[in-house]
């Protein structure tokens, strides 16, 4: 699977969105973009993904840039329980299509009140 | 939403013991399980990969005979690991994909809560 790339920490205030960046620089015309994120001492929780188009559903909002090198997931309102470490991950669809997902370091989000 | 649960929660048990984790997709039929390591402050580590009724897909590196996965219903994964010892406390966590979706180009992940294991 192609590498991600992604700040370690991130800070926002609460109420205010956040842009959450990620460089895929090498993606593959196969590749879905998908956002997991984490809170502490949780399992991983699916937030959101794409391909080419822009995608928002009610958690957050994808932001595909046209050569698809890179994308940004962005949380309009951020609230305190949206601390969490964010997982940027690119999936092939292979023919086997196992579907595993392969985590690199993420994002650490801190929100302040 | 579809939901995922892990027993137990927590566990502590000796050096030399097995431990068994229970990975159960509530609301739907999976096929396929993942399972994951995670250490302290860092990143989540694919272990395996388990579908129903066949042996599991081991990520190169993690031993086979040591942590060992059995998926014998729709509905249920268990991985157990043996012998454990001290460097094998972790929190480990199961992910579910729905058999649904099996066949469809790109679908969610649903992942359990995590066991975080400790081993004296």
């Known amino acids: 699977d192609a590498k991600t790339t992604q700040p370690n920490s991130m800070e926002s205030n609460e109420e205010e969105p956040v842009h959450l960046p990620c460089n895929h620089s090498?993606?593959?015309?196969?590749?879905?973009i998908h956002w997991y994120r984490q809170l502490p001492s949780q399992g991983p929780e699916y937030v959101i993904h794409?391909?080419?188009s822009n995608v928002n559903n009610r958690m957050a909002s994808l932001a595909i840039a046209e050569d698809r090198k890179s994308s940004t997931l962005i949380l309009h309102r951020a609230t305190l329980r949206d601390a969490a470490v964010y997982y940027c991950?690119?999936?092939?669809?292979?023919?086997?299509?196992?579907?595993?997902?392969?985590f690199g370091q993420g994002t650490t989000l801190q929100v302040k009140p | 939403g579809a939901v995922v649960s892990q027993h137990p929660s927590w566990v502590i048990c000796k050096s030399g013991t097995s431990v068994k984790i229970e990975c159960r997709s509530l609301?739907?039929?999976?096929?396929?399980m993942f399972w994951y390591r995670q250490f302290p402050k860092q990143s989540l580590m694919l272990m395996a990969t388990?579908?129903?009724?066949?042996?599991?897909?081991?990520e190169q590196g993690v031993e086979k005979d040591k942590f060992l996965i059995n998926h014998a219903s729709l509905t249920l994964s268990t991985l157990t690991v043996t012998s454990a010892h001290p460097e094998d406390s972790s929190f480990y966590i199961c992910s579910a994909r729905d058999r649904r979706t099996s066949g469809r180009g790109t679908y969610e992940q649903y992942f359990g809560p995590g066991t975080r294991l400790t081993v004296t």
């Open positions: 991950i690119l999936r092939d669809v292979p023919s086997s299509n196992t579907g595993k997902l392969i």
């Open positions: 609301d739907f039929q999976a096929t396929t």
């Open positions: 090498t993606i593959s015309g196969t590749d879905y």
């Open positions: 388990s579908n129903e009724g066949s042996k599991a897909t081991y």
């Open positions: 794409g391909l080419t």
